[in-house]
């Protein structure tokens, strides 16, 4: 059984106000042709298929026109579950009509669990499919009050998935979810407050293999086999950094998976850039990829007139400025305010304490109090 395994395709989304719609066609396109090239049995996407619950027509006709191709065309196999982002009840509509051409769209999660098996050139594998569920909603759905955290949701999830006989075929478990000691980004939505989030890798681990979606960075967390496949664009310039790809997973009775990262490569990066404006204007020049999607921070310290606008003449797509020189500049004034305004005594006795390593001791304070006096007496006579 050979799959990708995707998630966070966030359809819809926007960077800054700046539409992402023909970004993300060109990802779905690779990621069709990835699929085809290496003749995977099927797709497996993770949860947040759109970016909100009422996704825009433009992004629901993306969608249709990739699937339309993907398992019409090639006769790929597609399980989507649905994420924290999408409307699990929209998602679910008419799903059980779509089984019979390789579509599975699972919605709302609907307890006892219900494997999926997808047949394979090779050979099958069982599929158990986790839509993202407050644990509210597990607790009342199986009746069981303990259930107060996501990591006591998923627990009771996967004892499902144990206690399902595979016919020794490999067991593939498709959640949404936070594995604690992850790495995060600024463009994902909290699950909860507090850490209550957080789900212990562990629990996951004895299956043959786990995909993930919620997290937007590509990474294993525990085992590699329990793993989030990150998002394939960049959603916010945290994730600047981060190597966008789906991961191809092929899987054989009693043997660990075979996993591959294949990148993911729209021509427009999304990058962040530092400098004083002169600077950067004169690195434009050079620059093949000025029109990637920019945040710059500028170091000038003084003022300058429509740095945006300049900008913008060389870099097309800034999407954000930062004056971290000004920033910095005032940081500094702030802090040489608050000094002045501290008594000469306790200037000292932080200069002391820098200098030596300890602060003053009592009779070392009595003494400068008394140089002080002295001092005072000397400029008041």
């Not at 699937?67 to 989507?80: A, T």
């Amino acid at each position: 059984m050979k799959f990708i395994h995707t998630s966070d395709w966030h359809l819809g989304r926007q960077l800054h106000g700046e539409s992402l719609l023909e970004q993300q066609r060109l990802a779905l396109a690779q990621i069709g042709a990835l699929a085809v090239e290496h003749q995977v049995d099927a797709l497996i996407i993770a949860g947040d298929i759109y970016d909100r619950a009422i996704p825009p027509a433009s992004a629901v006709t993306l969608l249709s026109e990739f699937l339309d191709e993907l398992i019409e065309q090639h006769k790929i196999q597609v399980l989507i579950t649905s994420g924290n982002h999408d409307s699990a009840e929209r998602l679910g509509f008419a799903a059980k009509q779509m089984r019979s051409s390789g579509l599975h769209m699972v919605g709302s999660l609907s307890l006892p669990l219900t494997p999926i098996k997808l047949h394979g050139k090779q050979s099958d594998a069982w599929f158990y499919p986790i839509s993202y569920a407050e644990p509210a909603v597990v607790r009342h759905a199986l009746a069981d009050d303990t259930i107060n955290s996501h990591e006591l949701a998923m627990q009771a999830l996967l004892e499902q998935v144990t206690q399902h006989d595979s016919e020794n075929l490999p067991k593939v478990v498709v959640a949404h979810c936070f594995l604690d000691g992850s790495t995060e980004s600024e463009s994902e939505r909290p699950l909860s407050v507090g850490g209550a989030d957080r789900i212990a890798p562990a629990l996951f681990a004895p299956f043959d293999y786990v995909a993930l979606g919620h997290l937007h960075g590509p990474q294993y967390r525990g085992v590699e086999h329990v793993r989030y496949s990150g998002s394939p664009l960049k959603y916010s310039f945290s994730e600047a950094t981060q190597k966008k790809s789906v991961t191809l997973v092929e899987l054989s009775t009693g043997k660990a998976p075979t996993i591959k990262l294949l990148p993911i490569n729209t021509g427009r990066d999304v990058r962040i850039i530092e400098g004083n404006l002169a600077d950067l204007l004169v690195r434009a020049k050079d620059d093949t990829h000025a029109d990637d999607y920019l945040m710059v921070r500028l170091s000038d310290t003084h003022a300058l007139l429509d740095p945006m606008g300049k900008l913008r003449s060389a870099y097309p797509n800034v999407l954000h400025l930062e004056r971290t020189g000004l920033m910095a500049q005032q940081q500094q004034r702030d802090i040489g305010r608050d000094r002045i305004k501290k008594g000469e005594l306790e200037m000292f006795s932080d200069f002391f304490e820098q200098v030596v390593g300890e602060p003053l001791s009592a009779a070392q304070q009595q003494h400068l109090h008394h140089l002080l006096d002295e001092l005072h007496q000397g400029e008041d006579a």
